[in-house]
């Protein structure tokens, strides 16, 4: 009886050690763990995109705590019917990025862009990086609809990125979603190079008219013929564009005030957590450290760096037309990508190293806002055309 009940015991204890996250643990797990501890430390440390990168961060801690898969546990994202994996389906189904939408619009002024209508063309111009990155995908060896997907991370919107690629991709989504979510939060590290790198220093202090008082019948109006004209162009961005056009009408009609603060704070912030969490556990290392996953990385930077170079040379190319005293600082060229609107304050700080008094954050704002526009029309596009 004694060495039946020991053998029991010891039975046990192996058995638990087998469930173990140190029994199952493989360097895969280790080299994400480090990656999401990473990302957590440049949230903490520097600020970058904390609201992402603390949730994405944290959920890649989540996705690669090492288990044995046969235990039959359901608590692995990729398990069917586990609470993650019943989580994940707003990302896999495409649920979070239009509400997402539902709220940058309902907290976005598209002043700037109404009363200078022309910024709208340098947001237009930093979509080179999307389809720029679609041939370089192509060239890598992705598939047309792969290659699509990876393209969007050159506009800098992470909820896009997601959507699209949930439609196209979605053995890819992970990487793409994790990608653009970084080079998202690295905006203050990758941009200012480009920008000094590209402009003079004279360009780098050109002034620009103050923007005109924009009024509340044009913010009105300004979301329904948005809606109108991007939908009817791009039928398939409907669920980002009708989302973000929606938001902006219940924030600037001024009679939904309960819609929109809880549009662009509680429902945001809500859905922001979960999609942070899912997109970081998907990480899980067995299924995101591939080649195509590096490869996807390694677009990834490339169309970034296109979309941020395109939108700074189109202004440049601009002022060849334009008369002295209205053209346009370059340095808000970078702002076309759609990384609302940490993008526009670096116009703004790169702006008054040069010249302490010139202000280029409300200018930069039209391009910002006029990428998220681009971005959501440019996935319309591919999805239409991929899909």
Not at 74 to 99: A, D, K, M
Not at 227 to 245: E, R, Y
């Amino acid at each position: 009886m004694e060495y039946s009940i020991g053998q029991f015991i010891k039975n046990a204890l192996m058995e638990f050690i087998s469930y173990t996250g140190f029994a199952n643990a493989e360097m895969g797990h280790i080299i994400m763990i480090l990656v999401g501890l990473f990302f957590i430390y440049l949230a903490v440390k520097y600020e970058f995109e904390p609201m992402l990168l603390i949730p994405i961060g944290f959920g890649i801690l989540i996705g690669n705590i090492p288990f044995d898969v046969d235990a039959g546990f359901q608590v692995g994202i990729y398990e069917e019917n586990s609470v993650f994996n019943i989580l994940y389906q707003g990302v896999r189904q495409g649920w979070y990025p239009p509400l997402i939408f539902l709220g940058i619009g309902a907290m976005t002024d598209f002043s700037a862009l109404i009363s200078n209508p022309k910024l709208i063309l340098i947001g237009a111009a930093a979509q080179f990086g999307i389809f720029g990155a679609y041939i370089i995908a192509v060239l890598s060896g992705f598939a047309p609809n792969q290659a699509g997907a990876i393209g969007i991370i050159g506009g800098a919107d992470g909820p896009t990125a997601i959507f699209l690629s949930s439609k196209l991709a979605p053995s890819l989504m992970g990487a793409i979603a994790v990608s653009a979510y970084s080079y998202m939060a690295l905006v203050p590290v990758i941009q200012p190079p480009f920008m000094r790198l590209l402009t003079t220093k004279k360009e780098r202090t050109i002034r620009m008219k103050k923007p005109r008082v924009v009024s509340k019948k044009e913010k009105i109006i300004f979301p329904i013929v948005g809606l109108l004209l991007t939908t009817f162009i791009v039928p398939s961005g409907l669920p980002l564009l009708g989302m973000l056009f929606f938001g902006n009408l219940i924030k600037e009609s001024g009679v939904t005030r309960r819609l929109a603060d809880t549009a662009k704070g509680p429902m945001i912030d809500i859905v922001t957590i979960l999609l942070g969490v899912t997109v970081g556990a998907s990480t899980q290392a067995t299924e995101f450290l591939t080649v195509d996953s590096l490869k996807v990385f390694g677009i990834g930077a490339l169309s970034f760096m296109i979309a941020t170079t395109s939108g700074i040379l189109f202004v440049k190319f601009l002022n060849l037309f334009l008369k002295e005293g209205n053209k346009i600082n370059p340095l808000i060229g970078n702002a076309g990508v759609s990384a609302v609107p940490d993008s526009a304050r670096i116009s703004q700080v790169e702006g008054l190293k040069y010249d302490p008094s010139n202000y280029l954050l409300m200018h930069a704002m039209g391009p910002n806002v006029a990428g998220v526009i681009g971005s959501a029309v440019a996935a319309g596009i591919l999805l239409g055309f991929l899909g």
